[in-house]
């Protein structure tokens, strides 16, 4: 995808970033010249979680308090070999970041994979707080439901490319419209359902062919997607560091009050409560967003008793009649809100304020979530991170500056999660709409970044991969002046990753040409001296790893 990105003229309407003093082109420093590279190496104290980052895979694995995980969540993501680590001193300078103002404004990467307008899960988290709020659950039940209800889709990337397979269409797309069927009943809705997404546009045999396999396999495969889905959505949460009962109620999302739904068909009050506030709080929010207050109570009435807890309809009916279920839905201030609304009481200073090793979680369950995407993208983030790291340690970074370009690789590609897998598979040339869609995957990694106090920097970085120093890349078309440092140092990293995977239209690249690729792109498009760190880098680990 990067080699052979077509320039188009995408114009966005942002804001480029300032002019940055210390940018000047670099001079070519030969990989062999990096006297203090070895020093830089072996002296830096590891940032927060890159010990681990770092660290060989099958000795993380041997140590690591697997254990104590629920079954469901041992699953072979290259990631998850490292466990959550809460327990990392704050750095003496750092600003205090919430933790709720990031998980929230990363639940808006979710709604783009998940096919809803951003800001979906926030809404449907204002609504499910006033829900609880309603039925007496306890502070700490609050808190617990709090991060359940923003982080309910987490799973929702891991099933992407299953059921882009299974449709062959935009799931995007068709994940949106599902939200509002229901799957149990085949009826009018259904049936205009298969026909709009089942391969359209393909010849009429192969559609004919595709719908009688949904027809077929209809109830296994909703079952499938899921189950996926729930698993993996428990699983993040796991990994972020929060408690079992938030990972539960993610994990029974689907589940149905009749017994009808999924993944366990568990039935009334089997399912755990705030999976059934998770369950309604959504339903409503896609109803009021689509279709109005009126729609989205009207579904909560006809589905009480089958998919909804009546009791907890009653309260959403009562709550809407005293006018105070919907209040500020339709405000462009929800993250602010939903920040507001976080339970507090009884809370620990560790669970509200996020330390170095709380935000490196999440930036590596996030990683997750985007590198879950497709099977081409499986560890894209976290190698990113890695040669961003020894890029940048090369180079004599100071820690926090690494600390920040690492976190900032992670989550480079969170925009990704708006692209649909029927582009991102696709293994042909794409369309003119198709690359426009792609070339935005940066403007939403900075949308969504951008919001969180304390991650501005962070958001520039990340948000610059696809740029070029002559001013060719995408999507601000900055040049080498605007270009930080940090940012020079992914935008390489990010394109040797690309150059070294195995992508939908070509094979993973012998080293070799790699870098003759990539040294054609300096000193107008990529640092030089990043690219020579990156050489340097590449080749001691080689080396290391020979004897
Ligand atoms: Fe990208
Ligand atoms: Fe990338």
Excluded at 72 to 91: I, V, Y
Excluded at 250 to 264: C, M, R, T
Excluded at 294 to 320: G, H, I, N, Y
Excluded at 498 to 517: G, Q, S, T
Aim: proline fraction near 6%; include cysteine.
């Amino acid at each position: 995808m990067v080699e052979d990105s077509p320039i188009l003229d995408v114009t966005l309407s942002v804001e480029a970033p300032p002019i940055v003093e210390e940018a000047p082109m670099m001079e070519v420093t030969p990989c062999a010249e990096y006297p203090s590279a070895e020093a830089a190496i072996s002296e830096d104290p590891p940032t927060a979680n890159e010990a681990a980052f770092v660290a060989d895979e099958a000795q993380v694995l041997e140590s690591a308090p697997w254990a104590d995980a629920p079954a469901m969540f041992l699953a072979p993501a290259r990631l998850l070999l490292a466990p959550p680590r809460l327990q990392a001193p704050p750095s003496a300078d750092a600003p205090v970041i919430q933790i709720s103002q990031v998980i929230s404004a990363l639940s808006f990467a979710l709604d783009l994979t998940e096919g809803q307008p951003m800001g979906h899960a926030a809404r449907a988290c204002m609504l499910g707080m006033r829900l609880a709020k309603a039925l007496g659950m306890t502070e700490t039940e609050q808190h617990d439901l709090y991060y359940a209800l923003l982080l309910k889709d987490a799973g929702c990337s891991s099933n992407a490319s299953k059921m882009f397979h299974i449709l062959g269409t935009d799931e995007i797309a068709a994940k949106g419209a599902t939200k509002t069927l229901d799957w149990r009943n085949v009826g009018w809705g259904q049936v205009r359902y298969v026909l709009e997404h089942a391969r359209p546009g393909r010849p009429m045999t192969e559609r004919l062919r595709t719908i009688f396999d949904i027809a077929l396999h209809r109830k296994q495969q909703t079952e499938q997607l899921i189950q996926i889905r729930c698993e993996r959505g428990a699983q993040i949460a796991w990994r972020i560091g929060l408690s079992s009962d938030t990972s539960n109620a993610i994990y029974s999302l689907d589940e149905h009050w009749d017994g009808g739904g999924y993944p366990d068909g568990l039935r009334g009050a089997q399912i755990p409560a705030m999976a059934r506030i998770l369950n309604l709080a959504q339903t409503l929010e896609v109803f009021y967003t689509a279709h109005g207050p009126k729609a989205a109570m009207r579904v909560a009435r006809q589905q009480s008793r089958t998919w909804f807890d009546p009791e907890m309809v009653r309260a959403a009916r009562s709550l809407a009649k005293k006018g105070e279920l919907w209040r500020g839905l339709d405000t462009e201030d929800v993250l602010a809100q939903v920040v507001a609304m976080e339970p507090k009481e009884g809370a620990t200073p560790s669970s509200v304020e996020a330390n170095e090793a709380t935000l490196d979680n999440i930036c590596e369950a996030f990683a997750e979530v985007i590198d879950a995407k497709s099977h081409y993208t499986y560890s894209h983030s976290v190698g990113v991170a890695q040669a961003a790291v020894g890029i940048a340690r090369t180079m004599g970074m100071d820690a926090d500056t690494i600390t920040m370009i690492r976190r900032a690789a992670l989550l480079h590609d969170l925009g990704k999660l708006s692209v649909p897998n029927s582009i991102l598979e696709k293994p042909g040339k794409l369309t003119q709409p198709e690359w426009e869609r792609v070339r935005k995957h940066p403007y939403y990694t900075h949308e969504i970044l951008r919001r969180i106090t304390g991650f501005e920097e962070l958001a520039e970085i990340a948000a610059s991969h696809h740029e070029k120093l002559n001013g060719a890349g995408y999507y601000r078309n900055l040049t080498g002046a605007q270009l930080s440092r940090p940012a020079r140092v992914l935008m390489v990293a990010d394109m040797f990753d690309a150059l070294v995977a195995d992508r939908p239209y070509r094979a993973a690249m012998p080293l070799e040409k790699v870098f003759r690729i990539l040294r054609n792109e300096t000193p107008h498009a990529l640092d030089v001296a990043c690219f020579e760190a990156l050489v340097y880098w590449v080749e001691r680990n080689a080396q290391k790893q020979a004897g």
